[in-house]
């Protein structure tokens, strides 16, 4: 099933998924009383050390059992939907996301950096904001329908954006408790709810497919979803209740931090989905839909750390900042084990991702496996820049992320073109790799201006993951030709991977450390 990004990690990718930090007094702010009665959800005891370690064990326990869903749900998807509805989805998505992106002035950042993070009136005029814009985009969807529908030639999507546009609809009412429990790195009943959320969605979607098998049953599954949601944010997460109203002096404060939140998102987007946008032009919507699984599982280590780095270390890292605590020491201390965590990650997908898609999907989606290998490359380099975006906005320098994505943009412009005219579609691919590279390097130079670690300590990771990945390609092939089946290779290359750098990983103090807090 398509990854239906939320709110947050449209704000952060980019990731994200992503503000300038108050320094406020050296004493946490102490939760507010709402107007109400109801106070804001309490953080959780302990130093930012630990709260951080664990709302990093949440984050990735509540990954992990969200990638099962989202592959399990893929494989049934995959078996009852042909290729052109994943195609058709994944342009559907892309505009739902732009439009996202598009109207993005940083509500969830806003309250998760700001000082007045828990106060009501702040609350309250940030979800006013957020409800006007869900209203809006709705209306942009609707009005962009039947014009998308002519320039693709895609006759279905004049119902299906004013369709799907209703996710946007939903998400606009959800409650900012959301952004409270994020910024006091409250994650345990916060990760409750979103798997509760894409499990009930994920049901909605198969069950439809099973009785009518068409992109629709994906449509009414992304809906659902952000409906419930949306609902079970107001119902389960305790916090400020959520009531229209204005405050001019909280409007200011959104709309100053918003601005680069906005020039940050709108690149971003075009940044992110410029290729999906390009190649639903440019190649039938069946290839189009196998590139979009190859893409969605090549990104999944991209995903694990997106949202550790905004779950967790921007609000850490601000946290930090505000405090006038030690900054280049706790971004040490919190980006090696991520690098460490995701070139893991990356390199067995590298290793054994094609055999993963040859196992489980019908043979009209078996080119996504060689997609896939390349993609985890670019997905390397996200993981690399997204881990200095969680620095450079904890610092209030937005505007440096949004240097990162207009580089990736210039670069995808000549790159996926240059690509395409020299080794087809693969070549493209290899552009779009190259163009994320461009992003990365900006943001290198940008946490090196700061004071922080630049390129020259990422050197080492980056060989680490290439020698790694080799080695797994080599075993791959090694065992194919003993003539196993696919399944087989997937499981021995992932076992034998994941044990090495299970052992490798322990053995390392940092990250023993990391973990006995």
């Keep these: 099933m398509p990854h239906k990004p939320t709110g947050l990690e449209m704000s952060t990718t980019r990731q994200a998924n992503l503000m300038p930090a108050d320094r ?46 989202r592959l399990a749900g893929n494989v049934v998807l995959a078996r009852l939907l ?14 739902l996301q732009g439009l996202q992106m598009f109207s993005d002035v940083g509500i969830g950042p806003s309250i998760i950096q700001n000082r007045r993070g828990d106060d009501p009136a702040f609350l309250n005029t940030a979800w006013t904001v957020q409800v006007i814009r869900g209203g809006a985009l709705w209306v942009a969807a609707c009005v962009l329908a039947v014009p998308l529908a002519s320039f693709y030639e895609q006759p279905e999507l004049a119902a299906l954006l004013p369709a799907a546009g209703l996710f946007a609809l939903a998400t606009g009412f959800n409650s900012t408790a959301l952004f409270i429990h994020n910024r006091n790195l409250a994650l345990g009943r916060l990760t409750m709810l979103e798997l509760l959320a894409q499990a009930l969605g994920l049901t909605v979607t198969i069950v439809w497919a099973v009785l009518h098998p068409t992109v629709w049953a994906l449509v009414a599954g992304t809906v659902l979803g952000g409906a419930i949601r949306m609902t079970l944010s107001h119902l389960l997460l305790p916090g400020v209740p959520c ?16 601005r680069w939140i906005f020039l940050s998102t709108l690149t971003t987007f075009l940044a992110a989905q410029s290729d999906k ?19 969605l599982f090549a990104t999944m280590p991209t995903q694990v750390i997106v949202r550790i780095g905004s779950s967790v270390v921007f609000p850490a890292y601000s946290r930090v900042v505000r405090e006038g605590g030690n900054l280049p020491s706790a971004y040490v201390r919190a980006r090696r084990p991520l690098l460490l965590v995701g070139a893991a990650l990356i390199t067995l997908t590298i290793a054994s991702g094609p055999y993963f898609v040859r196992s489980l999907y019908k043979p009209e989606f078996h080119a996504a496996g060689g997609l896939m290998q390349l993609l985890a490359v670019m997905a390397w380099f996200q993981i690399l820049e997204c881990t200095n975006g969680s620095a450079l906005l904890a610092t209030g320098r937005p505007s440096w992320v949004a240097a990162g994505n207009f580089a990736k943009l210039v670069g995808l ?25 461009c992003r990365y390097l900006v943001s290198a130079t ?13 050197v080492p990771f980056i060989f680490l993951t290439a020698g790694a990945a080799a080695a797994g390609v080599v075993l791959a092939s090694g ?6 089946p696919d399944a087989a290779v997937f499981l021995l290359v992932g076992a034998t991977g994941a044990a090495a ?8 103090p940092s990250v023993r450390r990391m973990f006995a807090s």
Excluded at 82 to 95: H, Q, S, W, Y
Excluded at 277 to 287: D, Y
Excluded at 446 to 458: E, K, N, W, Y
């Design 243 to 258: 009531r229209l109203r204005w405050d001019s002096q909280a409007a200011r404060e959104l709309v100053h931090f918003g």
């Design 413 to 437: 412009i000549a790159l996926i073109p240059l690509g395409f005219g020299l080794y087809g579609f693969y070549g493209a691919v290899g552009g779009l790799v190259l163009a994320e590279a």
């Design 479 to 484: 065992l194919t030709r003993t003539g196993l």
């Design 277 to 295: 946008l390009i190649f639903a032009k440019t190649i039938p919507f069946a290839m189009l839909g196998v590139y979009g699984i190859a893409f």
């Design 82 to 95: 042909v290729p052109e509805a994943f195609g058709l989805m994944t342009l559907v998505n892309v505009v």
């Design 446 to 458: 940008a946490v090196r201006r700061i004071g922080l670690p630049g390129i020259g300590a990422d």
């Design 24 to 69: 406020a007094a050296a004493v946490p702010p102490a939760p507010l009383l709402s107007e109400a009665g109801t106070s804001s959800p309490k953080p959780d005891g302990g130093t930012i050390r630990a709260r951080a370690v664990r709302g990093s064990i949440w984050t990735i326990l509540g990954y992990g059992t969200s990638q099962v869903l």
């Design 501 to 508: 750098w299970a052992i490798a990983l322990y053995r390392m």
